[in-house]
């Protein structure tokens, strides 16, 4: 095995017998009060991200923003969430899953409160980019510690519904963007993304360390303490079957202090997943960003008003929902890469359905149920593609790899989603009209499809241990 294999697999006889019982574990009130806590985040998440597209077609206006202004402050806020993927996952490898999850939450909490005082175009940008800070670096470690907790039969389906609270939160920011901005102002707006936020990161001190990172660190007692709880929450007495699934084993000496680099992302043990993973995130993150921070102030351009264009956002950010869940119960039937490949197409189906009837001589009063409709087909199996992509991202690395991997690919991600709203005007410029935009959108998400098609592999029914120890 290379230098990077042994590295990477360090300890891994010794994980077996208790990352077994992890994996053979019925679900639980341990395992729902994760995903609902880790969910919670994720939702305020959501809604501090998207609330920005409504923030900015109000201060637009008051301020006189120029069209470049606006999609500046909306890159800077993704430019902060690059830095923040970036580092929370190299940190989560270090420190701990849990550590990183409490901070990334308070930083981007507190930044949000404080972006209701910005009282010009660069002090939003300042506010945005360190609120985006704790943004970025909170999914790849959420999404990582539920990975890391579920059994290997629900671990799809588990962080599948962890990402669905993405759609509750999208649902939420256009509910305030309709319903708050115009009577109290974008302020508000700000205010009411920050308090919740700050409610759950006390409701997630209850949340353990991942046995998995504990016993990676070659702090055994700690990991058997915490399997013993999840065990117990289920029901599993002491002595009981899946104790004994595997025998113990001597423990072996632990990893080295700093683990492996991220330059084993590119080994030959992991180089096929990382090029698939960071094809996969590019092509998400360009679509996702490009089409939907971009609407709002679009239909207000289009001779919509802010009413009107807030209510569109609402109707179609409600189609994410039956998206996420059909996602969750498909990635376990037909698995993470067919899943995958068929929501991407579909969606790029979406793309360029909706690019047709929001053509100039088509925008009215008339097509307002086709914008509607074809909006709701890219919202609903975009969206469910992202639970997808976030419940394979950490299963194709090992323990000590697993969230600075998670949290490179998002990182690459977020590259992609900078230069969405910064491509839009170019695309415009170089391609004559929206609608050949959208079939710019709809090319990316085909791509996206056929690389995960022809070099992914499925990770469905498999331990995240079988997985780390086989590369494919």
């Keep these: 095995m290379s230098v990077h294999g042994s590295a990477v697999n360090q300890g891994f006889p010794q994980q077996l017998d208790l990352a077994a019982r992890l994996d053979r574990v019925p679900l639980s009130g341990f395992h729902r009060r994760l995903v609902l ?10 809604m501090d991200i998207l609330i920005l597209g409504s923030v900015l077609a109000a201060v637009g206006r008051q301020w006189g923003l120029d069209p470049g202004t606006t999609a500046l402050i909306n890159s800077i ?7 923040g993927a970036t580092v929370a996952g190299t940190l989560a490898d270090r420190y701990g899953r849990r550590a990183l999850f409490q901070t990334t939450l308070l930083v ?36 990582t510690l539920v990975s890391e907790f579920a059994p290997t039969k629900n671990r799809g389906r588990l962080v599948v519904l962890l990402e669905s609270f993405w759609a509750f939160g999208s649902v939420l920011a256009a509910l305030v963007g309709y319903l708050v901005i115009p009577s109290l ?4 707006a700000f205010l009411i993304g920050a308090l919740p936020a700050l409610y759950v990161f006390v409701l997630r001190q209850g949340i353990p360390e991942s046995p998995r990172y504990l016993l990676a660190r070659g702090r055994r007692a700690e990991a058997e303490a915490v399997v013993a709880r999840v065990e117990r929450d289920a029901g599993l007495a002491r002595g009981s079957k899946n104790r004994r699934i595997v025998p113990p084993r001597p423990p072996l000496a632990p990893p080295r202090a700093s683990g492996p680099g991220l330059g084993t992302l590119f ?8 090029l698939v993973l960071w094809v996969l995130w590019a092509t998400m993150n360009f679509s ?21 264009a807030l209510l569109f956002n609402l109707i179609v950010a409600v189609a994410q929902i039956p998206g996420y869940f059909a996602a969750a119960w498909l990635v376990e039937q037909w698995g993470r890469r067919i899943t995958l490949v068929v929501f991407l197409a579909l969606c790029a189906v979406g793309a360029w359905g909706f690019g047709q009837v929001t053509l100039p001589e088509h925008l009215g009063a008339e097509s307002i149920p086709a914008i509607l409709g074809w909006g709701s087909v890219i919202s609903f199996f975009n969206l469910g593609a992202w639970g997808v992509v976030y419940s394979y991202t950490p299963e194709l690395y090992p323990t000590t790899l697993r969230a600075a991997g998670a949290g490179a690919a998002t990182a690459f991600g977020r590259l992609w989603a900078i230069l969405a709203p910064l491509s839009i005007p170019l695309q415009l410029g170089l391609f004559g009209s929206q609608a050949n935009v959208f ?9 996206g499809a056929v690389v995960v098609l022809l070099f992914g592999i499925e990770t469905r029914g498999r331990s995240l241990e079988e ?3 086989a590369p494919a």
Excluded: C, H
């Design 37 to 46: 806590l880790s969910g919670l985040g994720w939702m305020f998440d959501a």
């Design 77 to 83: 806020n993704l430019l902060g969430m690059f830095v």
């Design 108 to 143: 981007y909490s507190l930044f949000t409160g404080l972006s209701a005082l910005a009282y010009n175009a660069v002090s939003l940008m300042v506010l945005r980019f360190l609120a985006g800070l704790g943004l970025g670096g909170e999914l790849p470690v959420a999404s």
């Design 185 to 188: 102002g974008w302020q508000a």
């Design 267 to 274: 080994s030959p043990l992991y180089l096929r997943r990382t």
């Design 288 to 308: 996702y960003y490009g089409i939907f921070l971009w609407l709002p102030t679009q239909f207000v351009r289009k001779g919509f008003s802010l009413d009107q």
């Design 439 to 447: 079939l710019a959108f709809m090319a990316i998400m085909v791509i």
């Design 467 to 469: 997985l780390a120890a």
